[in-house]
């Protein structure tokens, strides 16, 4: 079983400051095709999760470009340069390599100063 | 725009039965693998379970917490995922979540998730 491990598991930011949410996977996400599988989503208070990053650094469509993934292997990391209100919510990594159920990271939780 | 809308959540008593149901627009909802996710109280995201489209056999798997009591199924004319939930368990309460599901090998990831529906089990 692949396990996702995030922290912080929360974090408070002032406004206009940057945060970084960091994601360990207990197994390799880089396939033999060359590509890593990991994945950031975020769910605002009150609504479902949407999908951030993709495929460790690619931004989902409408994503602020405030947001950037990194990372390989089993380390990534998701950046945010500014925060804004706006941003506050629980950051989940996923791994996108092994089906579920293993799937989700346990989240990160963002508040504002 | 994709939208998907879950319908049928309530109050029902442990060991009876609901029926959940995801409406899908904006994408041709039968090419597509479909999921269902759940949120406990306060808690993180759990798989329940996803079927498959038809040009990959329409079959099914399910989390080890809900196999034997929950089915997933699809109607492509109608743009509906389902999921049938029998024998309810009061720790089955949760806002329930279908997302639309990309597979693409090696790769798979969910980009479109429904408002949720909440479904509490008490007697």
């Known amino acids: 079983d692949i396990v996702m491990t995030q922290t912080p598991l929360s974090l408070s930011v002032t406004p206009g400051q940057p945060a970084s949410i960091s994601c360990k996977s207990s197994q390799s996400l880089l396939h033999s095709d060359g590509k890593t599988y990991l994945y950031w989503y975020l769910q605002k208070p009150g609504q479902s999760p949407q999908l951030l990053i993709y495929e460790v650094s690619s931004r989902f469509s409408g994503v602020p470009d405030r947001f950037s993934g990194s990372g390989s292997g089993t380390d990534f990391t998701l950046k945010i340069s500014r925060v804004e209100a706006e941003d506050v919510g629980v950051y989940y990594c996923m791994q996108g390599i092994h089906l579920p159920p293993d799937t989700f990271g346990q989240g990160t939780k963002l508040e504002i100063k | 725009e994709v939208q998907l809308v879950e319908s049928g959540g309530g109050l029902v008593q442990p060991g009876r039965s609901l029926r959940l149901s995801c409406t899908a627009s904006?994408?041709?909802?039968?090419?597509?693998?479909m999921s269902w996710f759940r949120q406990a109280p306060g808690k993180g995201l759990e798989w329940v379970g996803f079927?498959?489209?038809?040009?990959?056999?329409?079959?099914?798997e399910y989390a080890a917490s809900v196999k034997g009591r929950f089915t997933i199924s699809r109607d492509d004319s109608k743009s509906i995922a389902y999921l049938q939930m029998n024998s309810l368990k009061t720790e089955d309460t949760a806002v329930y979540y279908c997302?639309?599901?990309?597979?693409?090998?090696?790769?798979?990831?969910?980009?479109?998730w429904g408002q949720g529906t909440l479904v509490t089990v008490s007697s």
């Open positions: 904006g994408f041709t909802f039968g090419d597509y693998a």
């Open positions: 997302t639309r599901m990309v597979v693409a090998a090696p790769t798979y990831y969910f980009d479109y």
């Open positions: 079927i498959r489209s038809k040009a990959y056999g329409g079959t099914t």
